[in-house]
């Protein structure tokens, strides 16, 4: 198979001993197992390896491929500067990915894997991946330090650089799935590298301090990597990889995508925490073709059957913010109340039809946001007239994000949120993140964050979203009000 090899690898500078200058000897287990690594690589003889690093060109909405036809890099911001590699960069293959997902992903495996001259960069309307927008090109950390061990046993590859990207994880196994089939359409013997450290939150004397998350994730990572069991990956909420201040985590997924539908034995060699973040080393090796192992399918008809159940048990306001929104994305109609007769929402509740009040309608996609527009005084009639127009903002106006298509409806999970009469305060000692939400005032600048909401844990963070939402800079004096809301689900 082109795919001959697999690694999941860290990349902490204190293990060389340039820049640990002794201490590298107290994680002497992960070095032993780097050079493992290393020596089955040299056994495999690819012809490229591709290195997938969360410190390459990094953007939101966008996998960076870095382009021409060479780079070089130093560990000099650790005082190593004696550290050094020259890359030779495959080329022809970051063109063959390229032409992949300029065409819309992996099902243009099919067409031809000649070299086409001429094609620069991607369309970005297009898989969100290519060459564009390189702002560094010298070699990250998490690039070097595998090739300072690889380079150790064999040195006869070109490379290719990966970046990660804020793209749901999907995604990221969508952008292995797209590298696979590049393989396959140029016939290159490839080694893909997982590079990422995995928790940063393991000790409280480390250098990011302790939380409960770290340890739990360091756990289930080494478990679902250990054993190969990639489809586990997708369970990995956003927040809580957040909290485990994780680093390599969508990394690990872009290798599982590389891995798609393959056979695959796998190995885990080491885990250790000894400076309060985690390193893990798993190994990968690649057999024949596997139906059973094209995990992001399978994940994708597990959620689908869970949404649709959860969808079934929606109450009359979210199933009403839906039916508004799949009616203007499919058909291009706003609904309006008088719109509803003959309709499952003729006879509405009189809470909905007789009140009016501020509401929110906040969409997420596979447990990321991804529409999230309201009202903090109603705008409208009533609360049913409020959330039939805030379900189509929400879900083709809210800045931060594109407007929805249809094959996104069934994926969508919403929640519709309606506002008490806001009320000023004089202390955030009166609020509550999980009860209240808080309304930030400044001149003519306004923010609001609802409650009880994921990740946001502190009144200091609450209010400093909320300020940040408004455009308040630090330390501006702000007034505050509060809100209770009721959340439909």
Not at 306 to 322: C, N, P, S, T
Request: charged fraction near 25%; include cysteine; charge should be negative.
């Amino acid at each position: 198979m082109p795919i001959v090899g697999a690694f999941m690898v860290p990349h902490p500078p204190i293990m060389l001993p340039e820049v640990g200058r002794g201490e590298e000897k107290k994680i002497a287990e992960v070095t032993a197992a780097y050079e493992k690594v290393a020596d089955r690589i040299a056994e495999l003889e690819p012809e490229t390896v591709i290195i997938s690093s969360p410190h390459s060109i990094m953007y939101a909405d966008y996998f960076h491929i870095s382009p021409g036809n060479s780079a070089s890099g130093d560990m000099g911001k650790f005082q190593a500067e004696e550290v050094s590699f020259d890359a030779e960069y495959d080329e022809e293959l970051v063109e063959e990915i390229c032409h992949i997902a300029e065409n819309g992903g992996p099902d243009a495996a099919s067409s031809s894997g000649k070299k086409r001259k001429g094609e620069k960069g991607l369309a970005r309307h297009e898989f969100p991946a290519g060459t564009l927008g390189e702002r560094d090109l010298s070699l990250d950390h998490g690039t070097l330090i595998p090739l300072y061990y690889i380079c150790k046993k064999y040195t006869d590859f070109k490379l290719i650089r990966i970046g990660l990207s804020g793209l749901p994880l999907a995604l990221h196994y969508q952008m292995g799935q797209i590298i696979q089939a590049a393989v396959n359409n140029t016939g290159r013997r490839v080694v893909f590298i997982a590079s990422g450290d995995l928790s940063h939150k393991m000790k409280e004397d480390g250098p990011y301090g302790f939380a409960p998350e770290g340890p739990e994730y360091d756990e289930r990572i080494m478990e679902v990597c250990g054993s190969g069991d990639f489809k586990k990956l997708f369970e990995f909420e956003d927040s809580f990889c957040e909290k485990a201040a994780e680093c390599g985590h969508r990394s690990f997924v872009m290798m599982a995508g590389v891995l798609d539908g393959l056979s695959v034995k796998a190995k885990k060699l080491v885990h250790a925490a000894t400076f309060g973040v985690g390193y893990g080393i798993c190994t990968y090796e690649v057999g024949g073709p596997d139906e059973s192992r094209h995990f992001l399918d399978t994940w994708r008809q597990e959620k689908l059957s869970e949404l649709r159940g959860k969808q079934r048990d929606e109450d009359i306001y979210v199933k009403l913010a839906r039916f508004s929104l799949e009616n203007y994305v499919s058909g291009g109609k706003s609904v309006h109340l008088a719109d509803l007769k003959g309709t499952e929402f003729e006879k509405l509740p009189e809470e909905m039809t007789s009140k009016a009040a501020g509401a929110f309608v906040s969409i997420h996609k596979n447990g990321a946001l991804r529409g999230c527009i309201g009202t903090i005084a109603p705008t409208q009639s009533c609360v049913a007239e409020e959330i039939l127009q805030n379900a189509i903002s929400a879900g083709t106006n809210d800045p931060r994000f594109p407007t929805i298509t249809t094959d996104e409806l069934p994926w969508l999970e919403i929640s519709v949120d309606v506002l008490a009469e806001p009320e000023p305060i004089s202390s955030t000692d009166l609020l509550d993140v999980k009860k209240y939400g808080v309304i930030v005032t400044s001149g003519r600048k306004r923010g609001l964050l609802l409650p009880n909401l994921d990740g946001v844990d502190s009144v200091n963070q609450q209010i400093n979203i909320a300020c940040q939402k408004a455009g308040i800079p630090a330390g501006e004096e702000i007034s505050l009000e509060r809100f209770e809301v009721v959340r439909h689900l």
